[in-house]
């Protein structure tokens, strides 16, 4: 939605404070710092749009290619764990706002924030895959409810991705991510 005020606030017919609708955000760069990561995840808010679809793969683009930003080490293994209950929006979904220009698959982010979400395309499956490959990072796909079909038909269009369902308990991710890593790292030769 478009109007004033629903871009401050998409939640505002149910009475919750979402913040605006955006691309991506990085808040918080890969740390050993536990205290701070449970801080800065307390403090996340939700945000809302007219679609159910997410931009999930813009996201998992940019913390893939934006090395500094995100602080990905040289030498470590490199997981992006997706936790959603939504499917992702795909390359040519943006024609319908009018948005053409492809996606560069280049880093695009200013103070940890995306900036190229109103103007240019969502990322194609084969971009993403290939910026996957290229940056030796394993994704995780954990889904609930419906969309799990989905995640799990682009697997053989995603190289080293996996997904999995979940139910949203702490012990069932924890046991998710470790099984579904192993499941990873067994496959690569």
Same mark, same amino acid.
């Given at each position: ?11 505002? &017919?149910? #009475? /919750?404070?979402? =913040? ?5 955000? !990085?808040?918080?760069?890969?740390? @050993?710092?536990? %205290? ?56 040519? &979904?943006? #024609? /319908?706002?009018? =948005? ?5 698959? !280049?880093?695009?982010?200013?103070? @940890?924030?995306? %900036? ?59 046991? /998710? ?13």
């Amino acid at each position: 939605s478009i109007h004033p005020d629903r871009i401050k606030n998409q939640c505002s &017919d149910y #009475k /919750l404070d979402c =913040i605006p609708p955006h691309g991506f955000i !990085n808040g918080l760069p890969l740390t @050993n710092n536990i %205290t701070q990561f449970i801080q800065i995840v307390g403090k996340q808010k939700i945000s809302a749009n007219i679609d159910n679809p997410e931009g999930a793969f813009d996201a998992m683009l940019q913390a893939a290619v934006c090395h500094k930003d995100i602080g990905w080490r040289k030498e470590a293994k490199r997981l992006i764990i997706l936790m959603t209950d939504q499917t992702s929006h795909l390359a040519l &979904d943006s #024609k /319908l706002a009018g =948005i053409v220009t492809p996606n560069d698959g !280049n880093c695009h982010l200013k103070d @940890n924030v995306y %900036t190229r979400a109103t103007d240019m395309e969502h990322p194609s499956l084969g971009m993403l895959g290939q910026r996957l490959v290229d940056n030796h990072i394993y994704g995780i796909f954990a889904v609930r409810g419906n969309a799990f079909d989905w995640y799990k038909d682009l697997m053989p269009l995603l190289p080293g991705t996996i997904a999995k369902q979940f139910d949203a308990t702490a012990s069932d991710i924890n046991n /998710l991510v470790v099984e579904a890593y192993k499941a990873l790292v067994s496959e690569v030769k």
